[in-house]
């Protein structure tokens, strides 16, 4: 005996060709030799399926005659979700492109994504997993050979990656590109900087920048930035670590918050394409809507949306920069929304008054706080900030209910709007990685193995999104969470017998079945 015994079960084996139903009696133990849980199981009679009752085993061995029972071992593991993750790596083609990448260490990256996908927990319970679940290193992963994979994942390795990865995702695609923040408790991170907080942490933080192709809905590169960077001015640095990937054109969809003039010129100077919302309140996107402020109501600009929605639109094909480089700007009006952007446009004033009372002004405010607020300051008085409500109530009356998108490729304005639209992949995304992907803050100091794991968080994203892309188009498994799927496919046991009896699985419940149905999984039985 290599273990400690522990308390002893049944499982129940139905043999399809005979119609019997076998009971054994099952002991687990622990091998300390392996380091993994183990069971021994003994056959002790059939399944009377009438009664329920037990019909004792009429054969012994010589060595049940002298009175032990001698029993075939059989060894456990949890492979559901490793039969799910398997088909997956496979058809998004991450498992060969991992390998190619890293030769000596593929498996163990692809176990912990595995984890990471499965139970969304840190690394260092891991360990306790790999003994008894399925995954492609197939080894127990203790918590030292965690750190010492982290330290030697390469960066040239990790871009190579990425360049063909982004290769693969932009073929048919457009990007949609965001911005998010990791909190950290390190203090000797370079990268981890004091800034602005999209989570209202008070903690230092990295920029997470990230790109998702809008078709597939699946993560096409990141890139890791000082905390302390702001949104607008991550899209040059992204683009510019884009060229070292040899990357092709690409068509990026943006957030109004990465608007900038510099922004625009940048796409436009390197040859990829854009769409992005423009804030409202600049004096040329202005201008354009008082062009078409008596029009834009007409019976021929009314388009229906969808059942619940239409918007009054109008185009106006503009040449941007000295290179003259032809733009639409698409401009909608939405009679509807108008009394909800009315408080919104309230709040920003709030915002732009408390911004400048507090001394914490924000470069890209500047024009509004010029424009909306009075700012007097006085030896005697100190300073004084009120609202500037002459050009308050011109915005709320003639800008009000309306916005606009502007795009280097597309004319059509209703094609323009359900492209920006569909990039709440992105925000769906985020929450997947901090939510479900135990990234809400990092843990890890030093630099080298922080990237490292962002990466390794970032493959998992990947088939967290796959995932949840493939099950929300089914009517069952739409309601069901990317981990609930995973809980679901633990119960899926895998049973390996010892010497010439081969192996079994369990049986599969009827969500089990589904998701294998929808999964266009093969039970291995």
Request: aromatic content about 10%; charged content about 30%; hydrophobic content about 35%.
């Amino acid at each position: 005996m290599k273990g400690a015994l522990a308390m002893a079960s049944q499982v129940h084996h139905h043999n399809k060709k005979t119609g019997v139903t076998y009971v054994y009696s099952v002991e687990s133990y622990w091998d300390k030799e392996k380091k993994a849980p183990r069971n021994r199981q003994v056959c002790i009679g059939k399944l009377n399926k009438a009664t329920g009752e037990i019909i004792p085993s009429q054969h012994k061995t010589k060595d049940a005659k002298k009175g032990e029972l001698t029993g075939v071992t059989a060894e456990t593991r949890i492979s559901g979700p490793a039969m799910l993750l398997d088909k997956l790596v496979k058809d998004t083609g991450l498992t060969s492109l991992v390998s190619r990448c890293f030769p000596k260490l593929h498996a163990e990256i692809m176990s912990l994504v595995y984890f990471i996908v499965q139970k969304g927990l840190p690394l260092s319970r891991s360990e306790t997993w790999s003994k008894g679940h399925l995954h492609p290193y197939g080894e127990l992963i203790v918590s030292q050979r965690i750190s010492e994979l982290l330290l030697a994942i390469r960066e040239d390795d990790r871009q190579e990656f990425l360049a063909l990865w982004m290769a693969k995702m932009t073929e048919h695609d457009y990007l949609c590109y965001d911005i998010t923040s990791i909190s950290s408790y390190s203090k000797a991170n370079e990268y981890v900087k004091c800034g602005y907080n999209r989570d209202g942490e008070h903690l230092p933080q990295i920029n997470l920048a990230m790109l998702f192709g809008q078709k597939s809905g699946l993560p096409a590169y990141y890139r890791r930035m000082p905390g302390n960077i702001s949104d607008v001015a991550t899209l040059r640095t992204t683009m510019k670590s884009m060229d070292f990937l040899n990357s092709s054109s690409v068509h990026f969809v943006l957030d109004r918050g990465f608007y900038s003039k510099a922004n625009i010129d940048e796409v436009l100077q390197r040859r990829h394409h854009f769409t992005i919302a423009v804030p409202s309140g600049l004096t040329w996107v202005e201008e354009a809507i008082d062009m078409h402020y008596e029009s834009i109501a007409l019976s021929q600009n009314y388009q229906p949306i969808d059942d619940s929605e239409a918007l009054y639109v109008a185009t106006d094909l503009r040449k941007w920069g000295a290179d003259r480089r032809r733009v639409y700007l698409h401009i909608y009006y939405n009679a509807r929304n108008a009394a909800d952007e009315f408080d919104r446009f309230t709040r920003k004033l709030l915002m732009y008054k408390e911004e400048v009372e507090s001394m914490k002004r924000v470069k890209e405010h500047e024009e509004s706080y010029a424009r909306f607020l009075i700012i007097k300051e006085t030896p005697k008085r100190g300073l004084r900030v009120s609202f500037n409500d002459e050009e308050v109530q011109k915005s709320r009356k003639r800008y009000i209910g309306f916005f606009c998108i502007l795009t280097s490729a597309i004319k059509d304005p209703i094609d323009a709007l359900s492209v920006y639209r569909a990039k709440e992949s992105v925000e769906n995304s985020f929450d997947d990685l901090k939510n479900q992907l135990d990234m809400k803050r990092l843990r890890i100091h030093t630099s080298a193995a922080m990237d490292s794991r962002i990466f390794i968080q970032f493959l998992a994203l990947i088939l967290i999104c796959r995932i949840r892309n493939i099950s929300k188009k089914d009517k069952i498994l739409k309601n069901l969470t990317v981990r609930e799927i995973m809980e679901y496919m633990e119960t899926l046991v895998k049973i390996k017998f010892s010497g010439r009896y081969g192996q079994l699985y369990t049986e599969t419940d009827p969500i089990q079945r589904r998701i294998m149905e929808v999964f266009e999984l093969t039970h291995p039985s």
